[in-house]
């Protein structure tokens, strides 16, 4: 009942010979119709699960999905209703199905009477199955558009459904269509897309990290991998979202966070783990730059402008950004490296575990967190005498530090953990205003050659770099004195 597929968005420049291709390979039509189910309060969308009775050329099927541990994988429950005009929604049908059943009861309690079809979808579909080396893979081509009231909203994507066989043969099958296609990974179901349609919303909620449990018995190789995984439940959502050019601010935000601690469980416990490619780190590392302008300026305009207004600033205004950097970060995500990069990541996490060090994870553990915790408070000793390359590191050490804490805070006792990052997050906050008036600082420095008034400006960040400074000494001092928990 688990349901394993990658779906991607086609490029409308590639939409008509994909299209093609499929009529070259005789694949199948199928008209499909679907009614999509939920409460006025949205109890199944809210948990990312959906209920649709869909109508496949006569036969009417009822389909629950929800959410696994993983991306790639999905929980999935469809009955054959029959022949039937129109069926009325019969939840009956899950009382054999124990997970099924105490899945619903679960979400919905006593407001599943309550349960309304809230929008629907129109599909043709195009399905081909391939054999590739042991795997069996359903390809298949929607065409259609989701439907609320009067509103629409277009379906035009690709889908590899991986019936038998390795996620393995299933991502070397894909590479190539990414590559020749340029696909991009879509993590939003039609379910979900819907709901956002119901709503009348065109922006995504943005993804934040969620915790993570962790077991002392796994190996460590198997904990590297659902902290990756944990990773990529949190950059993934926000990153469709940018691909989609449906996003905000908050969404390049957490992506930036998600690639960061990434970054971090990579760079700390790599090491867990033989799959884990070297080429991650720098690759990781070229797209959170390549997405780090626009978070800089966002951040800018929502932290420091009002503050220098506030200030009766005589001119509050970011520069105009660099030509240079004037790529669209929604490109940058869509790119073929960066659409690899999240596949080796998705196929990394679902490699069979080693069970190297089982018995080893905490000591391992607190290996690595020492050494950073030494070297955090060896900064702090000097931290005003740092230069400002080694001030930054040291802002790197403390966020890596704290998102490594985070991934592995669920083997240690919940309230030394509390104490510990209650002295860590001041250090990092105040390390973070910081860097924030050295990048304003910079972008203004280049555009007081032009406007006198943005002299006002330098001589205000001066000063308060000064205080920001003081302060993350004392924060960090304050830190250094903290117990440590493992």
């Not at 597929?5 to 299209?19: D, M, R």
């Not at 999509?36 to 959906?50: F, N, V």
């Not at 009231?149 to 690709?158: F, V």
Request: proline fraction near 4%.
């Amino acid at each position: 009942m688990l349901e394993v597929e990658l779906k991607f968005q086609i490029p409308l420049s590639q939409q008509k010979q994909i299209y093609q291709l499929f009529l070259s390979k005789n694949a199948r039509p199928i008209s499909l119709y679907a009614k999509y189910y939920d409460t006025p309060e949205r109890h199944l969308a809210e948990q990312k699960i959906s209920l649709r009775q869909r109508l496949e050329d006569t036969h009417w099927i009822q389909t629950l999905k929800a959410p696994s541990g993983h991306h790639l994988e999905r929980f999935e429950l469809e009955i054959d209703l029959g022949e039937l005009d129109h069926p009325a929604l019969d939840l009956e049908v899950y009382q054999s199905h124990p997970q099924a059943k105490k899945l619903l009861q679960q979400v919905l309690g006593k407001q599943a009477k309550n349960l309304t079809q809230q929008f629907e979808t129109e599909v043709q579909r195009l399905v081909y199955v391939v054999h590739y080396n042991r795997a069996e893979i359903e390809v298949s081509l929607d065409r259609g558009e989701i439907r609320y009231d009067n509103q629409t909203q277009a379906i035009y994507e690709i889908e590899f459904e991986l019936k038998q066989g390795s996620i393995q043969d299933l991502m070397k099958f894909v590479r190539p269509w990414v590559k020749q296609y340029h696909l991009w990974l879509d993590v939003r179901s039609k379910a979900q897309r819907g709901d956002l349609l119901a709503q009348n919303l065109e922006i995504f909620p943005t993804q934040f990290a969620t915790p993570l449990q962790l077991n002392q018995k796994d190996s460590t190789d198997n904990a590297l991998k659902q902290i990756v995984n944990n990773a990529l439940q949190h950059l993934l959502p926000n990153a469709t979202a940018i691909s989609a050019e449906q996003y905000n601010s908050e969404h390049v935000h957490q992506t930036r966070v998600a690639i960061r601690r990434l970054r971090s469980a990579l760079r700390i416990f790599g090491d867990w783990s033989t799959d884990v490619d070297p080429d991650w780190q720098e690759q990781l590392t070229t797209l959170f730059r390549e997405l780090g302008s626009t978070r800089d300026r966002d951040a800018l305009s929502e932290g420091l402008l009002p503050q220098l207004q506030q200030a009766g600033a005589p001119f509050v205004q970011l520069p105009d950004a660099p030509a240079e950097n004037s790529i669209p970060i929604e490109e940058s995500l869509r790119s073929l490296d960066s659409v690899n990069l999240i596949l080796a990541l998705l196929q990394f996490v679902h490699l069979p575990s080693k069970d190297q060090k089982k018995s080893g994870l905490k000591k391992d553990i607190a290996k690595k967190l020492q050494k950073l915790h030494q070297q955090i408070c060896k900064d702090a000793d000097q931290f005003l005498e740092l230069d400002i390359s080694s001030q930054h590191r040291t802002r790197k050490r403390v966020k890596r530090l704290r998102y490594c804490i985070e991934f592995i805070a669920s083997l240690y006792p919940g309230k030394e953990v509390k104490n510990y990052l209650k002295d860590l997050k001041p250090a990092q906050e105040s390390l973070g205003q910081f860097n924030d008036l050295n990048v304003a600082e910079v972008m203004f420095q280049e555009l007081v050659k032009r406007k006198q008034k943005v002299w006002f400006i330098l001589g205000w960040i001066a000063n308060e770099k000064k205080y920001i400074l003081q302060q993350a000494q004392q924060h960090l001092d304050t830190y250094a004195k903290t117990d440590t928990f493992w």
